[in-house]
């Protein structure tokens, strides 16, 4: 009830930066603190107090929110606004990137990406995490004082997680299918993601359901797979055993939930624990053809040449 009545008491200010605060609420884990700034956004437009700038974010905000009553409440408010004839303005210039870099998917479908960003004299890293199954998990900015403290930072992504050279459509498209996932499990993107965004330039920036099938499918590694003779393919396959010598993710690759545990527990003896366990696996397909669509696509952007096998072992997991 607290939260909600400082929630409330906020969006009724009339200073730009709470309507902008609103915005971040609406991407609250919680239902009701999502309303309240929905409710609180639709007083402000009741009085003429909701900047365009704001109506403009909104058009693309609700689409990172569940189908729920918040998100319904900001429909009204955008109808309303149209009525009214209250037209959305032009956000501020975005940045320019530079380097971009992007980690592989760890075992827990955990994928971190970096972005140097400038603009003047002034520097930042854009940080992103996504997580398989919960979408955009982690969102932030970090200020650099230096060129140099930027590029450290890009350097010890490089060296600690293995991160590769990738592209701002690659972003693009991983955040928008992270949007989608997350939502699917009704868990809205963390707020930090609106800054990101923003300084990024990422605009109109929406949700995009892919189903691994789909990934695999739109990779052109795939394509060249399919191509191959059925004995190259299967060489591809082999081939993965040597990944460990170039991608240090790989090393978290293991099953180590409760329910994989769950499964060993109930065991009573090692060959009925292994034919329990291989049973369960076969459930996981679907969890590792996607890790490994969401792995080869980084590495084809990096232009790596290992992007080919792991496409192939995606569409030998699913098969």
Partial sequence: EMRDHVVAYSVGRSDPIHAELACYWLLDP?????????????????SAELPGGILASLVVLRSWMPDDAARAKVDTILKEAMRKSVAPSADQAPWTMHSIRASLPDGGGAQS???????????????LLLKQGQGVKDAYTITCRTARDQKSIVERMTEEVGALTVTGDFVRRAVSIALADGLTHGQPPVPGL????????????RPEVQSTPDLIADLASTRAVQALPPRQHGDLITASEEWWDRHETIESWFEDSDAAHSVLDKARSAKSAETALWKWLETRRDWWARILARSADVLETAHHSDAAGFAACAMALLE
Avoid at 30 to 46: D, V
Avoid at 113 to 127: N, W
Avoid at 195 to 203: D, K, Q, S, T
């Fill in 30 to 46: 919680a239902l009701h603190i999502r309303l309240t700034a929905a409710q609180g956004l639709a007083n402000r437009l009741a």
């Fill in 113 to 127: 990406i970096g972005i140097a960003l400038q603009s003047g004299s002034q520097r930042k890293m854009a940080m």
């Fill in 194 to 205: 609106i800054e990101v965004v923003r300084l990024c330039g990422f605009a109109g920036l």
